[in-house]
């Protein structure tokens, strides 16, 4: 069993659908958690940072991180064609330097 | 800041042959990490170095690997000699520690192709 579970989709929404991400995982240490936005043949970039449990809110992304659970969301609202990409979970423990990554979610928001 | 820069982007060779991956980090930042994304695997860390120094290299798939960080601005991952099971986009990020917050910035990536 992988440490972080992600569904891969493909995910396709219409242009202001609400979208939910999500991601699994099993280590109990970890306390960072993270959303990474991929573009297509571009590198990983930071989209939302959170530590420990809670809900972080940024324009229009929400993270939600349940520790008990285990389990941690990314909603996109309003969402847009230009939301179309792969988004990565990734998360860490003690030190917030070595992330483990969810395999990602394809997303693609149609016109 | 230009961001963190790879060289090449892309990369064809064939096996046997030795591939050297470059990176520059972005100015300022002290940590460097080298990661390798397939279909199959993901992305996966395969090592950081810290100040220059290699802090894990336990994701390093085997000995063909090896990386260097000569100083702060220049890092290089080799594989010699390259397989084709080496094929992947391997990613090289840096970061710096802000109180309790690490953020990694990606590269563009290297595209490997070993046939």
């Known amino acids: 069993q992988k440490e972080v579970e992600q569904d891969p989709g493909p995910l396709s929404v219409p242009e202001g659908a609400i979208v939910s991400l999500n991601c699994t995982y099993s280590?109990?240490?970890?306390?960072?958690f993270m959303w990474y936005r991929q573009y297509s043949r571009k590198g990983p970039e930071l989209l939302m940072y959170?530590?420990?449990?809670g809900n972080k809110e940024d324009g229009r992304f929400t993270a939600q991180v349940d520790k008990s659970s285990k389990y941690i969301s990314l909603f996109i609202r309003d969402s847009q064609p230009s939301d179309s990409a792969t988004y990565l979970c990734?998360?860490?423990?003690?030190?917030?330097?070595?992330?483990?990554f969810g395999s990602g979610t394809q997303l693609t928001v149609l016109p | 800041d230009a961001g963190v820069i790879q060289s090449p982007r892309h990369e064809v060779t064939e096996m046997g042959q030795e591939v050297t991956l470059r990176c520059k980090p972005i100015?300022?930042?002290?940590?460097l990490f080298w990661y390798r994304q397939t279909m199959m695997r993901g992305l996966e860390l395969l090592i950081y170095?810290?100040?220059?120094?290699?802090?894990?290299d336990s994701g390093m798939p085997e000995d063909r690997f090896s990386a260097k960080m000569p100083n702060a601005s220049f890092s290089t991952l080799k594989i010699q000699p390259s397989e084709p099971r080496d094929s992947a986009v391997y990613f090289c990020?840096?970061?710096?520690?802000?109180?309790?917050?690490?953020?990694?910035?990606f590269g563009p990536g290297t595209r490997l192709l070993v046939l």
């Open positions: 990020a840096s970061s710096f520690l802000a109180g309790d917050q690490e953020t990694q910035y």
């Open positions: 280590n109990s240490a970890f306390q960072y």
């Open positions: 959170t530590y420990s449990s």
């Open positions: 990734a998360m860490s423990g003690g030190s917030a330097r070595q992330l483990t």
């Open positions: 100015s300022g930042h002290n940590s």
């Open positions: 170095f810290n100040n220059n120094v290699p802090i894990d």
